[in-house]
């Protein structure tokens, strides 16, 4: 199974693309997290993407694609499936992963598309906000993420539709619920 999922901050990219990894046993490839990872151990390249991070502004697109590759390598050499978390954000990352999947012969069967309203996912963030102190949970920068998605990253869907492996799942509904629906419409594409 190969998955990548196109949802804005808070949607459940994280929630959704733990269980899916687990259940089709399958690597999860989480961007953010990679990317938070570098800055927590002060790398060279946390130190490149520490602002960007802050700002909740999109990482440029040769590291976040840098990472990609490397993970693809690993994904190939674990069996050929992945879960993508938060790739692509931009039409030139959607063309370039196609492209290096294509190269490695593990293009994605499904794009996951968890659908939620700006009300609902400010409001999840917020509450995340008060316990785990990420650096780009507060509502300005929280608004500007929200805005860079409706902008930048919601356009890339119709290159997913254009390629018939959209799926859209209902994702303001709680976790057990939308995590239901994802499995089952997954193993329904899988059969
Ligand atoms: P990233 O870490 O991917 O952050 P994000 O896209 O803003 O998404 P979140 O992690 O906030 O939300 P999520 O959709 O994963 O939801 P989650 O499951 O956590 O990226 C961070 C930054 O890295 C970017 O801003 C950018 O700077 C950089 N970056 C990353 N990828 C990049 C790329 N490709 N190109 C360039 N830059 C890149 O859930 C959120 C909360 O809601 C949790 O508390 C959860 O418990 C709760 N929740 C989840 N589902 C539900 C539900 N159904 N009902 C109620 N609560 C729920």
Known sequence: MRVLMVAPPGAGKGTQGAVIAEHFRIRHVAMGDLLRRHVVEGTELGR?????????????????????????????RDGGGYVLDGIPR??????????????????????????????????????RAA??????????????????????????LAFYAGRGILLTVDATRPVEAVTRD????LTARAA
């Open 48 to 76: 490149r993407v520490r602002g960007h991070l802050d700002r909740g502004d999109l990482v440029p697109d040769e590291i976040v694609l840098e990472l990609l590759r490397l993970e693809f390598a690993e994904a190939k």
């Open 90 to 127: 931009t039409m030139a990352q959607a063309l370039a992963a196609y492209r290096v999947a294509l190269s490695l012969q593990m293009t994605a069967d499904v794009a996951l598309h968890l659908q939620a309203d700006d009300e609902e996912l400010m409001r999840r963030l917020l509450k």
């Open 131 to 156: 316990v785990e102190h990420r650096s780009d949970d507060n509502e300005g920068v929280i608004r500007r993420r929200l805005k860079q998605y409706r902008e930048v990253t919601e356009p890339v």
């Open 182 to 185: 994802v499995l089952a419409a």
